[in-house]
Structures are given as C-alpha cells and as structure tokens.
C-alpha cells in the first residue's frame, strides 16, 4: 500500500497547526460537558449497580428492531417522553448518531432545510445525507432565515422548511433565539430541530432545556444528548410520535446501529431524575458563571458569559494551541478550538465551567489568563 497520502496530509495539518493528538485528563477541568458533574455521581451509579445485580445485561445484543431492543430502552423513552412534554422519545447511541437521523431522514425530497452556520458538525454530516436542498442562515440572525426562506418560496421551493439550530451554542456560549424563530417558523409553516445538546439539565424549568417554552407545538422536535449535563451516555430525540416511527422505519443510522447498552438507558433514566431535582446544582454552577465573568471576562475585555461555556478568543491557532498546553501544565485542563471546528481567524480556548471544580479554581484560571493572554 502506498501510505505516503496519509503521511504527506498528515505532515500538511502539522506545518499548518492542526494535527491533532489525543491528550489525557489532567489538572482541574476545564475541558469536558460535565457540567453538573453527574459523571461520577453515586445515585446513578448505584442505580446501575442495582440493574447489574438483577440480571440486566451489560450487551444489547443488536440493532434495537432485531433483538436489541430492551424493557429499559421502552421504558427510559416513556420517562423521556413524559419529562420533556413530548408525544414520544427515541433513544441513540449519541449525538452525533442522533443528529445523523433527524437531519439526514426527516427532511424529504423537494423540502429546504435551513440550518445556523455554527451548528454542530453532526448536523452538517446529516444534512450531507439528506435528499432535501439546504442553506445557511447568519448565526442567530432571523431575518437571515425569514430571507433564505421567503427567497426559496419565490424561486418555487414548495416542499417543507425545516429550521436547524442549537438552543445553546458549543463553541459560543450564546443562545439561540427561540422565540423569534417560534413565531418564523410559524408564519412559514416550517419544522424547527433544535439540539438541546449543551442546554439540557443546565437550563429550563427542572433541567428541560431552553426549549422547554415550545411544549407540546406539533413542528417542534429536540434533541437532548445525554454525554453532557446528565453525565451518562446516548441521545433522546423527542417529538411527535408520526416523526418517532418514521426515524425507526428510515433512520439509517437508527436501524443499523447496536442499540446502547440496557445498562446505560438505566443510567439515563437515573440522570433524569437527578437534573429534575437538581436545581442547588443549577445555582452553584450559575454561580460559577458569575465568578468567571468578573476573574476572566472582565480583565481581558470580554462580555459576561451568558452559559457555562466562556470562549477567550485568541485568533492565532499556534498561539491558541500554546496557551493551551502552557494552561494544561499550570495544572489547568483546557484545550484549543482552532479551524475546521471553528472559522478561520476565531481560534480559542474554550473555558468549561463545571462543578467539578470550585469558585476558587475559577478564580486563579482568571489569574493564569491575565498573565498568558
């Protein structure tokens, strides 16, 4: 095999900066979506602890319509169904899985969907798939989607619209407006998709998302991932049951895939009742924000942050990268967003604020900041 491709492409992404590596955990995080810190907490494990005592399996065994599909899986997607106000729930292997099936499946042939710029690259790789026609708006801007829509309709588009945005976003920080887009969407007779992926557990009443306004609306469908506040794994897409049993009956990335494990649909399920009675932990880590905007935002210029994730935008990918590791071996876990994740000139550090650390630890990151950047 003539490898030289791989290694001349690989050599190109170093000259330029972005050859990526694998870096362990280490030092106070600052890195991950757990942002509630139910990755390690004890009721969910003990929850699953209990399943594995009662014989439930740690394998599905197979695709979820061969023989994959378990009691636990049926009965996480009533709990989910019935938490987030929805018809129905569906549960995936992930995020991007989930984004896959929504994006690539619903929209049909001769619909338009019309997506953010900054969606979660998941989405692009389904829309990628999908046999609908797809634009992009301005980032949080309606009148760019009311545009792209009214623009569509008077070359002859007359199939559905389908409206793609995160409700918070990954890189960013901020937060769509949702009832702006409510009310477009209404007035287009369009779909909204909203990927609740940073969102769930943080925000809304009992942990529901910032969708959580839009219950029970017949065009609205979600995605809350559960790798992220809820601490566990998988993805629940929620919404109309007519659009639940289509994603089972065309999903590809539904039907061939092994269903997760019954283990973690308990885990799931666990989450689920620790975010709906988690609001202490929603008031510390809204208290961690406020600490973040006066020791890191505010001595380098930057707005308050309006979520738990606080982009310091450098620019420069080198310089990016380096400040990174140079955090990392101040004993702080943080990594450098550079391109195709982000635009060209936008590279940053993508401070993540969680309760597994304390208001102290934000507190000297703002120190170790002002001195490195």
């Avoid at 003990?46 to 197979?62: C, H, I, K």
């Avoid at 049951?241 to 799931?268: E, G, H, K, Q, W």
């Avoid at 391109?339 to 993540?352: F, M, Q, W, Y």
Wanted: glycine share 10%.
């Amino acid at each position: 095999m003539n490898a030289e491709p791989f290694r001349s492409q690989l050599a190109a992404l170093d000259q330029r900066g972005r050859l990526r590596h694998l870096v362990q955990r280490a030092g106070r995080d600052f890195a991950s979506n757990d942002y509630l810190g139910l990755s390690s907490d004890p009721i969910i494990g003990q929850a699953v602890a209990d399943a594995l005592g009662r014989g439930v399996p740690v394998g599905s065994g197979g695709s979820r319509l061969l023989r994959g599909n378990a009691p636990e899986h049926e009965g996480l997607e009533a709990k989910a169904a019935d938490f987030f106000r929805t018809q129905a729930a569906l549960f995936v292997a992930n995020g991007f899985v989930a984004n896959l099936a929504l994006f690539g499946t619903l929209p049909q042939r001769g619909d338009l969907i019309v997506a953010d710029e900054l969606i979660h690259a998941s989405a692009h790789d389904g829309i990628r798939q999908s046999k609908a026609s797809a634009l992009f708006a301005r980032h949080n801007d309606v009148q760019s989607f009311d545009d792209l829509i009214t623009g569509w309709r008077t070359e002859g588009g007359k199939g559905r619209v389908w409206i793609g945005v995160e409700t918070l976003y990954s890189m960013d920080g901020d937060m769509a407006p949702l009832g702006e887009l409510a009310k477009l969407a209404a007035r287009h007779d369009a779909m909204l998709l909203l990927d609740e992926a940073h969102g769930t557990g943080v925000f809304g009443p009992n942990g529901r998302g910032l969708s959580a306004g839009l219950d029970g609306l017949h065009n609205v469908v979600t995605l809350h991932t559960c790798g992220k506040a809820l601490g566990v794994e998988g993805a629940l897409i929620c919404g109309p049951r007519l659009f639940i049993d289509y994603l089972i009956n065309r999903a590809r990335a539904f039907i061939y895939s092994t269903a997760p494990s019954p283990l973690m649909a308990i885990a799931v399920s666990a989450a689920i009742d620790r975010i709906e009675q988690a609001d202490d932990l929603r008031a510390r880590l809204s208290t961690l924000r406020d600490d973040a905007g006066q020791a890191i935002c505010a001595p380098l210029g930057l707005p308050n942050p309006r979520s738990q994730i606080v982009p310091v935008l450098l620019g420069d990918e080198k310089r990016t990268m380096a400040v990174a590791e140079q955090l990392r071996e101040a004993g702080f876990d943080i990594r450098g967003i550079r391109p195709p994740t982000v635009p060209a000139g936008t590279s940053r550090l993508r401070v993540s604020l969680t309760l597994n650390i304390g208001r102290a630890d934000v507190a000297a990151l703002g120190r170790e900041l002002a001195r490195l950047a």
